[in-house]
């Protein structure tokens, strides 16, 4: 298990290389000049030198390789680079807008989880009934439905009309509701589609049937058996799902004012802060392959069968 890991873990080294190199030629092509970006209007009244000045102290005077170069020397020294915006070290930036993403996707997980699978057990218990008709109708709306549309609805229902929740904004239980609903909504479509699917296939195989006939309660025999069987694919989707919503979720970030990672990368591609998007993309990029890891190990704790020796 642990040469394992090593292996995946040096192999991430050229897919962050490849992440920025890409971001970088991707900005560096974008229309526009983030000094000008910078200083918004103040620009009319400012002189070439002043401007050229400004170019010089962010080291944007320089060609495109020499920047790069310098973007990854910083990176194997542990520096991010300085936010053209806020003057601030981009580590710094991340790092203080990842406890709110964090909260936000750690709260839509929960409600994702429990939703999802509850959906699809019941779906796959009683298939073909009501109930499982049902289920597939929530889940159908839940992958329908964008999360922007299905926020504002939220919005519209339970602060404009009955003044129960606030719109936006961050700091209390009552401003995590609305947001991890709609993200949660969402992600327990396909953690509901996954899970009835997987369920309709285990509760065929034969062992179930051999449980049963042992005399087992169909509780037991659906949770204990068949449940923990299926959770391998589920686990698979709660795992991308997760670090989707950590590298923050951007729609409902800026729908809900949420002062995450999403919003943070929304505001620095507006205002093209080039070191915060790469800082911020190679951070998104770092907690995918960390999750998609963590994922892979969790199928030796689900099922004894699996071994990366």
């Given amino acids: ?45 400012m002189s070439k030198e002043a401007l050229d000045a400004l170019r010089k102290a962010h080291g944007l005077d320089r060609g495109p390789i020499v920047q790069y170069l310098d973007y990854l020397y910083g990176l194997v020294r542990g520096d991010l680079g300085t936010s053209v915006r806020s003057s601030q070290p981009v580590a710094g930036e991340v790092l203080g807008r990842f406890p709110a993403t964090l909260l936000l996707a750690g709260s839509a997980m929960a409600v994702a989880i429990a939703l999802g699978m509850a959906l699809g057990v019941l779906a796959a218990v009683y298939r073909r009934t009501w109930v499982d008709h049902l289920a597939v109708l929530v889940a159908l709306l839940g992958v329908s439905v964008p999360v922007f549309w299905s926020g504002l609805l939220l919005m519209l229902l339970f602060s404009l009309d009955l003044g129960w929740l606030p719109a936006s904004g961050y700091g209390t239980w009552r401003h995590l509701v609305l947001p991890a609903a709609a993200v949660g909504f969402s992600s327990a479509a396909f953690i509901a589609r996954i899970t009835r699917a997987s369920m309709i296939e285990t509760l065929r195989q034969d062992y179930v049937r051999t449980a049963t006939a042992k005399g087992l309660g169909a509780a037991a025999v659906r949770l204990r058996h068949a449940l923990r069987n299926a959770l391998l694919p589920v686990v698979t989707v709660v795992g991308l799902q997760f670090g989707g919503l950590l590298g923050g979720a951007v729609l409902t970030e800026t729908v809900f004012a949420w002062p995450g990672i999403g919003r943070m990368l929304v505001d620095a591609i507006t205002s093209r802060d080039l070191p915060l998007v790469q800082g911020s993309v190679l951070f998104i990029a770092v907690v995918f392959i960390v999750m998609n890891l963590l994922v892979d190990v969790s199928y030796a704790l689900l099922n004894p069968k699996v071994r990366y020796d």
């Fill in 1 to 45: 298990m642990t040469l394992y890991v090593l292996r995946r873990l040096a192999a991430t080294v050229p897919v962050l290389l490849g992440v920025t190199l890409v971001v970088f030629a991707m900005l560096w092509l974008a229309p526009g000049d983030p000094v000008l970006a910078l200083v918004g209007e103040s620009a009319q009244g």
